[in-house]
């Protein structure tokens, strides 16, 4: 495949990338691209209609959306009985949400595909030994030995395959006649895997690897690979945006993103943490006057990540209560609607974040499991919605 290219005073160069993966040298390079080229793609132009459709009604104010699941997937979870677990509690998730916001709940899985992130280090120390990071099972193993974390392009084929799995097991979920959903969703990050799976379709090139692809907060640049390819691919997609996107960021990514106003197009995903009381009523404002009809969802995960005092990684869910109250109150303030809820919640009864039946920073250590970072448990995430809507 052909990187993505641009026009410059010297002839054609690829677009800048960041937090793609170091494995160009490897002999499956290129065979592993040319496979996903020729395969089949995972969904279809007629879903992709039927989601943007859906959104739609969340962004005129008629639905909300509940966007969740592990932030990192794991490919020995791709059977029917995990995934029967994980819509289980999304589905019990959403009909909270819509019984207590009196609406329909558009239903979205970080499911069949998301197996690839972005991350602060390149390194970390194991029991003394210096290893490559585990960016997802896309990429490497998590196994801290160098070995297994070498960064290796056939595991783009396994994600290809365990993505499938897993999609066949969501489609026996799908009730069209109680709600939308549950649709596939992840992080567009990797662009290898991605662009061969772009294919062509009725109104244009969709991007054939889920239904709900998001540009990642640390490769949203405008001038980068990842706003050019989801600009160019007929989905309806996500965006993050975190405490350091300024009005004329989020105008402009609007521009480049939903050039024409289409609603159920553009979701923007807020994760400000803090940040949010300053950092939002200025962007929901100015993409408003801009006449962009986007859904605003509330990640309110994100941007409340901290170190425990036992040094794993963990988020209260004071924090996260109040950074989603926060939102819904500033949305509404600017006269729109708060579309919804994106959520990393784990189907088991899993010790990752602080609040509800986690009393401490000391249980964190009983049922830790999350490859990537701290899920709320089932219970905590019932308690979040039931508090804040
Ligand atoms: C994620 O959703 O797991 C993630 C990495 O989010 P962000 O890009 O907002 O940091
Ligand atoms: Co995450």
Not at 60 to 84: V, W, Y
Not at 145 to 174: I, K, N
Not at 196 to 213: A, C, E, I, M, Q
Request: one cysteine or more; proline letters at 8%; hydrophobic letters at 35%.
């Amino acid at each position: 495949m052909q990187p993505t290219m641009r026009r410059t005073g010297s002839g054609l160069d690829p677009l800048p990338a960041a937090e793609q993966p170091n494995w160009r040298h490897h002999p499956d390079h290129e065979r592993t691209q040319r496979r996903l080229a020729t395969a089949e793609p995972l969904v279809t132009a007629e879903e992709l209609a039927e989601v943007k459709a859906a959104l739609a009604t969340v962004a005129e104010g008629s639905a909300r959306m509940l966007q969740a699941g592990d932030c990192a997937e794991s490919f020995g979870d791709a059977s029917l009985s995990h995934t029967a677990a994980k819509v289980t509690v999304l589905n019990e998730l959403g009909d909270l949400f819509g019984k207590k916001l009196s609406q329909p709940v558009v239903r979205f899985g970080r499911m069949a595909g998301q197996y690839a992130k972005p991350r602060s280090n390149a390194f970390e120390t194991v029991n003394g030994v210096e290893v490559p990071v585990f960016r997802g099972h896309l990429i490497n193993s998590a196994e801290p030995d160098p070995a297994s974390r070498q960064h290796d392009p056939r595991r783009m084929l396994w994600a290809y395959h365990a993505s499938a799995e897993v999609l066949g097991a969501l489609r026996t979920h799908w009730e069209p006649e109680s709600h939308s959903g549950p649709w596939t969703s992840h992080e567009a990050l990797v662009l290898d895997y991605e662009r061969p799976l772009v294919r062509s379709g009725p109104g244009g090139d969709f991007l054939g690897s889920t239904h709900f692809p998001w540009i990642g907060e640390r490769t949203r640049q405008l001038d980068h690979a990842h706003v050019h390819l989801l600009a160019s691919v007929t989905n309806p997609i996500g965006c993050k945006v975190g405490p350091g996107t300024d009005p004329e960021t989020a105008l402009r990514l609007c521009a480049l993103l939903d050039p024409d106003r289409e609603p159920g197009r553009l979701t923007l995903i807020v994760r400000m943490g803090g940040a949010i009381e300053r950092a939002l009523p200025p962007v929901v404002r100015a993409v408003r006057q801009a006449g962009h009809p986007v859904v605003w969802l509330s990640d309110p995960m994100h941007g409340n990540t901290v170190r425990a005092e036992t040094g794993q990684k963990t988020r209260y869910l004071s924090d996260i209560i109040d950074e989603a109250a926060a939102f819904t109150r500033i949305v509404e303030e600017q006269g729109a609607h708060p579309g919804g809820l994106h959520l990393e919640v784990a189907a088991e009864d899993v010790t990752e974040c602080v609040g509800g039946p986690v009393a401490g920073e000391r249980q964190l250590g009983a049922r830790y499991r999350s490859l990537c970072d701290p899920r709320l448990n089932p219970e905590q995430a019932f308690e979040l919605i039931d508090t804040v809507y």
